[in-house]
């Protein structure tokens, strides 16, 4: 007996009144015999319900009994459903189940909720960019997380694949990029999902520590992991009507230290080696100036010669007087 069908059953006498074991049946994709056989389950169980023989009968909360199972007020339903309206993804898991939910809820809520579940779309995929594919492995997870199932995991990273015991504790989705925080044997480890070539549910179960929390955790895989990508940082001048543009580019990797007194504003742009660093302020040549460290600028340069050597020996190809001064061409 599933107790989240006698739950949508209860909240269905609640809402409706009086239903018959056909509407309950029909309502939640279940056989009328099963509908039945729920009914009589609540009716022994305790709960306040009783069946009315007859034309126009049905089964019943007795006295007119209320079951308030969600506890949901107007601005909560509302709230619900606009998260979870517009984060179906078209999953018709996702979607039947808000069908159910709203035709549970008390007869006032159900129209500003459908209303809500419908008044926001998000489209995950940035401008010019692919949507990216949920990994299938996702579903099996959610399952693993979940039941508290063991997995057997076959993990690739740097061209190398291992095989892993692991039990599940959460999944996080950061842009559509999924990761995993287990146990191991080596205690915690955090797995992107993407990577993880094969997984097997096993019949062993486990128990998630009891001071585990998920987000917790993340926070603290987040902040060590911009720890290891800001690893250099240069020193960096730029216009003020050009920083805002840089800033969005870099993310928390670009840090405002003010401005200068020739009127430009100084920043610190961070990532895990000189040579990214270089890499990521390359083209913003005519508007930047690195003042340090020493490794960024000579990685800069090197960044500099190494285009000139590639497109100035073309035919008609003349390198200006004054980069050929600086690369030494």
């Given at each position: ?70 506890g949901l ?148 895989v987040v ?92 035919p008609g ?13």
């Amino acid at each position: 007996m599933r107790a989240d069908r006698l739950v949508a059953t209860l909240l269905l006498m609640q809402t409706r009144g009086r239903v018959t074991a056909a509407e309950i049946a029909e309502e939640l994709e279940v056989s009328v015999a099963t509908a039945r056989r729920d009914l009589e389950a609540l009716s022994t169980a305790g709960v306040p319900v009783y069946p009315q023989p007859g034309r126009g009968g049905g089964w019943q909360l007795v006295g007119g009994a209320r079951t308030d199972l969600s506890g949901l007020t107007a601005p909560e339903a509302r709230a619900l459903f606009l998260l979870t309206g517009s984060a179906t993804g078209g999953e018709p898991e996702v979607k039947s189940a808000l069908r159910k939910l709203v035709r549970a809820l008390p007869q006032t809520f159900r129209g500003e909720a459908q209303a809500a579940a419908d008044a926001v779309v998000i489209d995950p995929a940035r401008w010019g960019q692919h949507d990216r594919t949920r990994p299938a492995t996702v579903t099996l997870l959610q399952q693993a997380v979940v039941e508290r199932r063991r997995v057997r995991i076959d993990y690739e990273r740097s061209g190398q694949r291992t095989q892993r015991l692991a039990d599940p504790w959460g999944l996080i989705d950061k842009d559509a990029v999924w990761y995993l925080i287990a146990g191991t044997e080596r205690g915690k480890r955090t797995f992107r999902v993407d990577r993880i070539a094969a997984a097997q549910l096993t019949d062993e179960t486990f128990d998630r520590p009891a001071d585990f929390d998920l987000s917790a955790a993340w926070d603290a895989v987040v902040g060590e992991m911009e720890q290891r990508r800001a690893a250099t940082a240069a020193t960096v001048l730029i216009s003020a009507e050009l920083l805002p543009v840089l800033q969005h580019q870099q993310g928390r990797h670009c840090e405002v230290d003010g401005p200068v007194p020739d009127g430009r504003v100084q920043v610190r742009v961070t990532a895990p080696t000189p040579n990214m660093v270089a890499r990521q302020l390359a083209g913003w040549a005519p508007d930047i100036e690195v003042l340090g460290p020493e490794p960024v600028r000579a990685e800069l340069l090197r960044l500099g010669h190494e285009l000139v050597q590639r497109y100035s020996d073309r035919p008609g190809s003349a390198v200006p007087p004054a980069i050929s001064s600086v690369v030494g061409t």
